[in-house]
């Protein structure tokens, strides 16, 4: 038996209006020529996914998303007490091949994508992501957008993973979801959009976490 359905989306366009992301809220084009192009920028609003497999623009990523990917089990890691995600902290959990993992945060103690984008939030080290990537894990979820915060690890840690095949959703609200393991759906757009696609994620807690 499993429990009820929780959404842990962002809202797409609620993020703070701040330079370029006011511009991307501004009117929408008519065209839908122009609505394309204008949705290829605005990817990052909100919930979405980042595809492998590299940092280089690849407008066919989605249209390459395998629904294993971000469908079905899931597991919940609860990092509250750590400012950032280091390899030991996942070591503990034993990351395993092909799992997907939702990585919660004090991030989700705060509604962050109503307040301007700043650099205090909790991120992976480049020694979590390489731990991630050796265990050979199928998908992240972080409860943040990595594009808010310019540390010098930023790109590397997006570049291990997406290189890796490790497909990322970004813009979590994990706030409510308990530790444990979840069944999974997140769908990202199918849409031939630059780095990533909006996306709608819900989760349901497991009760028998032997079962698919």
Not at 101 to 117: A, D, G, I, V
Request: charged fraction near 30%.
């Amino acid at each position: 038996m499993e429990g009820a359905w929780l959404d842990i989306s962002v809202p797409f366009g609620e993020e703070p209006s701040e330079g370029q992301d006011a511009a991307l809220r501004a009117e929408l084009p008519e065209s839908s020529a122009q609505q394309a192009e204008w949705l290829k920028r605005a990817a990052w609003m909100g919930t979405y996914v980042t595809a492998p497999p590299s940092t280089e623009l690849d407008l066919e990523d989605m249209e390459r998303l395998p629904l294993s990917a971000t469908v079905g089990r899931a597991r919940v890691l609860h990092l509250d007490d750590v400012d950032c995600i280091r390899a030991d902290s996942l070591a503990d959990y034993e990351p395993r091949p092909g799992e997907r993992l939702l990585l919660r945060t004090r991030n989700s103690q705060r509604e962050w994508w109503k307040l301007p984008h700043g650099e205090d939030f909790v991120r992976l080290s480049e020694a979590a992501a390489r731990l991630l990537v050796e265990r050979q894990v199928a998908c992240v979820g972080v409860d943040y957008v990595s594009r808010s915060g310019f540390h010098a690890d930023g790109v590397s840690v997006h570049q291990l993973l997406r290189e890796a095949g490790v497909w990322i959703i970004e813009g979590l609200d994990l706030s409510d979801v308990k530790v444990g393991v979840h069944e999974l759906v997140c769908l990202p757009l199918n849409v031939k959009a630059e780095w990533g696609s909006p996306a709608r994620a819900l989760v349901r807690a497991m009760r028998d976490p032997a079962g698919e």
